[in-house]
């Protein structure tokens, strides 16, 4: 029996000592009309060999293309170490390091996690992690409404990524919370503080400032920072801790800083994978501590006073104060907090300046060698990190697909999630892109493209 | 020793990062970052060791017997990693196209209906990231539908004072007033409670089936029917599926929406906090409001659902379609174990519940419903010792942590005094088993002759016990150099 270990005579042996006479005694506590017939929709077991035959052959069928896509994920190299350790049986199998004697493997390594983390985002406290950059900006606004005390209102300019909004809007509307959104400069496209001021003029909890925006342009992140302040607003910001090896971090923002900073973790180390698992990261402003939710690991002394780890702040969460949590969250991204915290360490602060720099690098490389191509311009002003939007000579969606089949993935149609942007396409380059791969998709492009001069 | 404790300015690692430090840049200065980062300064072999070296610091499924109740801690099969962790998998980016896709969306849809099949229900959203945004998104869904019938009154949640704390946090983040039930003494739901508690005001009760008390609420079908005939709808929490899996179905139990953790039932690691996957399953007549996406399959074709095929839905509740790469491995799971499997999952672990259940009881522990059967797990409660001894629950923990098995669940259920909730998976052996018996019986000769060397266990881990207190009070949650 796959991963059951019990020979006939542990079976009877164990009966015997329950006083049972079969198994199937043992659910004579549930009514016998409950129990269910066969199942139809499983298929019969397989061994391992033909589970692994068909794995392949479906991974195999799904191959490998040269990718230009960011929008939130991003291809970075991932060093062999990184995973090799982080799926020890020791890291991969345990649990939620309640008892920490046991668990100081994770809890130091948790405790290590937060403070690359915070240095990172330049804040003064992060939490061991949540879902996704997604739900950790809904998280955040929770967070600020609950800080605030008298607004439940939440600007949320359209440059921040389409799909945190519509995660952002599902999770809060649940509490009557509001969400309003802010336009964005046509040209630049940047959130304005001009925009800002009408939106201003009725209190609201927090302003969400992404950096970069969904569309890879750096926002005016002092201005629109201190404009929120100004308002008694928090801020929120929305970052790719990636970025920041170059970027100011936000907690350097405008005079105040930022008062919560969230994103998705995903490019420090953690694959692709279709989407996930990636790693929300939350850090915040020490004030605003026991607001978090998610777990927050302590370091502490044992009766020996021998320093070591341990949960902390455990009042805030739903294993203790139930209904009166902070939030419902039962768990962190333990295993790609791992991952991240690992990669950190591989790279160091020069590896990671290196890797953004480089991204930066080819983003403009590629900008340089596309903008040649008849009818392909760059389509807001503002200056990018590594993903840039272009306005092309033709429709994006035939573009990309002619480009697949020469097995390309060329990145994002924008009009899936902003309507008015007819033929805009949004490509990444990160540093795992050599120059051989820009020139291939530049020529290509360009062949495409010949039929719509 | 911390990681940042072996660094040294300078030291590097040349093969993972660019070799050349990049030339092009046009970043306005004011964005430019100026502040260094506390990132490590360490070799490549400085931080495998240092990593390993924790890892060893851990207890873990893969080196210790781990009886956690309510948590499933089974055997998570290698082939499961080696087999979601492959380069094509790891590769493809969550918004390449469905064509580039269908390998691994044809086994996100077998999974979907594997699900249906084995909860019962009509239909299923890979996209919930854990169990407690299961439990949102099972709620929310459960608003939507009264809202959609414009059905307003519909306040409360009712839910068993045995439940998860995640329930009521839950409850309270979709808007709901939490009406707390009793427990009688059997550990069934309190009938009485239950029928004074419901009304027009009733939205929904949320309900672990076995219950987190370690047995089988035998009432379910009388309980389906208070709350429904008030319109009000029934949540299942599946934590505890592993205990009827192959044997009941929830949907029929009347369960209207369901969240299964794939991290229990379906063996995916618990990667020491995470990431876990909690499928939600509906019935028919919420299957309008189910979160996106959801894979399709038409005409050969498979492909994601959207907004515009689901008007209704919810929404979407993660920036991709959720944790992918623990949907593979339960995946896998499901095919390596099959149909018959299935079955025997449910099988084995109530055995091995019952039997050690019988085994303590022998051995002198007290078992919380003697009466009752073991789910597949049941509770030991230590009242009477501490009152005679003063040695606790939680002494007892960690005195086991000592002895090599990492600790029962402690203080949970809350209304059972000085409790361990045991739950031995159905891929322990007996004699795993039996040796962790011995060692319960060595503490129990220990608490008589020994009392204060159990209070103040551990005494044979890498540190003893830790100060909580100090922690919360003086918080050290970033090092500083």
């Given at each position: 029996m796959p991963f059951i270990p019990h020979t006939e005579e542990d079976v009877v042996e164990m009966l015997a000592s329950i006083g049972a006479g079969s198994i199937e005694e043992l659910f004579d506590e549930i009514p016998s009309d409950l129990k269910t017939g066969a199942l139809t929709h499983v298929p019969p077991g397989m061994g391992e060999m033909e589970i692994s035959r068909l794995m392949h052959e479906r991974a195999q069928k799904d191959g490998f293309y040269l990718n230009f896509i960011g929008a939130g994920a991003y291809e970075h190299h991932i060093p062999a170490a990184v995973w090799q350790i982080t799926t020890r049986g020791e890291f991969y199998s345990s649990y939620t390091p309640y008892q920490a004697e046991a668990s100081q493997g994770t809890l130091q390594l948790l405790y290590e996690y937060q403070t690359m983390m915070a240095s990172l985002i330049g804040m003064d406290v992060s939490n061991a992690s949540l879902y996704d950059g997604a739900t950790a900006l809904a998280e955040a606004a929770l967070m600020a409404v609950r800080q605030h005390k008298t607004s439940r209102r939440i600007l949320v300019p359209r440059t921040v990524h389409p799909v945190y909004r519509k995660v952002l809007r599902a999770i809060v509307s649940n509490q009557d919370i509001e969400v309003v959104e802010i336009p964005f400069c046509p040209e630049s496209g940047q959130v304005l503080p001009e925009h800002l001021e009408q939106f201003g003029k009725e209190e609201f909890a927090a302003l969400v400032v992404p950096q970069p925006n969904f569309f890879g342009i750096l926002e005016q992140v002092d201005a629109i920072t201190d404009w929120a302040h100004d308002k008694h607003s928090l801020v929120i910001a929305v970052v790719n801790p990636m970025a920041l090896a170059m970027l100011t971090p936000p907690g350097e923002w405008g005079t105040q800083g930022a008062d919560i900073a969230v994103g998705e973790g995903q490019p420090l180390g953690i694959p692709l994978s279709s989407g996930g698992p990636y790693f929300g990261f939350m850090t915040c402003k020490h004030e605003l501590v026991r607001q978090m939710p998610g777990r927050i690991i302590g370091r502490t002394v044992d009766l020996d006073n021998k320093p070591g780890f341990v949960l902390t702040l455990q009042a805030r969460e739903q294993h203790i104060r139930r209904s009166k949590a902070t939030s419902n969250i039962c768990t962190n991204q333990g295993l790609m907090v791992t991952a991240a915290t690992i990669y950190m360490s591989l790279l160091g602060p020069e590896g990671l300046r290196r890797v953004a720099a480089q991204s930066h690098a080819n983003m403009l490389q590629l900008v340089e060698l596309l903008e040649k191509l008849p009818g392909v311009k760059r389509t807001y002003s503002g200056p990018s990190f590594h993903e840039v939007a272009l306005t092309l000579p033709g429709p994006v969606s035939d573009i990309l697909q002619a480009l697949k089949e020469q097995h390309i993935l060329g990145g994002l149609n924008l009009q899936e999630h902003y309507p008015e942007l007819n033929n805009t396409l949004m490509v990444c380059a990160t540093e795992t892109k050599t120059a051989d791969d820009l020139n291939k998709y530049s020529k290509i492009l360009g062949q495409i493209l010949k039929k719509y001069q | 020793m911390l990681i940042f404790e072996h660094s040294r300015p300078g030291r590097r690692n040349y093969s993972q990062a660019p070799a050349t430090k990049a030339e092009k840049q046009n970043i306005p200065q004011n964005l430019l970052r100026k502040t260094p980062m506390l990132l490590p300064e360490v070799s490549e072999m400085d931080a495998v060791r240092h990593y390993t070296r924790l890892s060893q610091k851990n207890f873990s499924i893969d080196t210790e017997f781990y009886p956690l109740g309510s948590c499933t801690m089974k055997y998570n099969p290698r082939a499961c990693n080696a087999l979601a962790m492959l380069p094509q998998f790891l590769a493809r980016?969550?918004?390449?196209?469905?064509d580039t896709g269908q390998g691994f969306l044809a086994c996100m849809y077998e999974l979907q209906e594997i699900l249906k099949d084995v909860t019962g229900m009509a239909g299923v959203s890979l996209t919930p990231m854990a169990g407690a945004q299961g439990e949102l998104i099972g709620v929310m869904m459960i608003r939507a539908y009264h809202e959609a019938r414009n059905d307003k009154g519909r306040t409360e949640i009712i839910i068993p004072d045995a439940a998860h704390g995640t329930n009521p946090a839950t409850a309270v983040m979709c808007g709901y007033k939490v009406v707390e039930i009793s427990t009688d003494k059997e550990g069934n739901v309190d009938m009485a409670a239950l029928k004074a508690a419901v009304g027009p005001q009733t939205a929904g009760l949320m309900l672990t089936n076995p219950s987190t008390l370690g047995v089988f609420e035998k009432n379910i079908s009388e309980m389906s029917r208070i709350v429904h005939e008030v319109g009000g709808l029934l949540y299942y929490?599946?934590?505890?599926?592993n205990a009827v899996l192959g044997k009941v179905k929830p949907g029929d139990m009347g369960f209207d929406v369901i969240h299964i953790n794939l991290h229990k039932t379906f063996s995916t690691p618990h990667g020491g906090g995470g990431p876990g996957a909690a499928p939600v399953g509906v019935a028919e007549r919420l299957l309008p409001f189910l979160p996106i996406p959801i894979v399709a399959h038409e005409k050969g074709v498979y492909r994601w659902l959207t907004e515009k095929d689901v008007p209704q839905t919810i929404g979407r509740l993660s920036a991709h379609m959720g944790n992918a790469g623990v949907l593979l491995r339960a995946y896998i799971y499901v095919r390596l174990l099959g149909a018959e499997g299935m079955h025997r999952v449910s099988k084995y672990a109530t055995l091995n519940a019952n039997y050690l259940m019988a085994e303590l009881s022998k051995a002198g522990f007290e078992i919380a419903f003697p009466t009752r059967r073991a789910s597949h797990e049941f509770i030991v409660t230590l009242k009477d010792i501490k009152e005679e001894t003063g040695v606790t629950a939680m002494n007892l923990a960690k005195r086991l942590l000592d002895k090599g098995y990492h600790a029962p669940t402690t203080y949970f259920p809350i209304l059972i005094p000085e409790c361990l909730l045991i739950e031995p998976a159905e891929t322990e052996s007996k004699q795993t088993l039996d040796a962790f018996v011995a060692a319960m019986k060595e503490i129990l000769v220990e608490i008589q002759n020994q009392p204060e060397m159990v209070k103040s266990a551990p005494h044979d881990m890498p540190l003893r016990k830790l100060d909580d207190v100090k922690a919360a009070r003086e918080l050290d949650l970033t090092w500083k150099p």
């Open positions: - | 980016h969550p918004s390449a196209p469905e929490d599946g934590a505890n599926l």
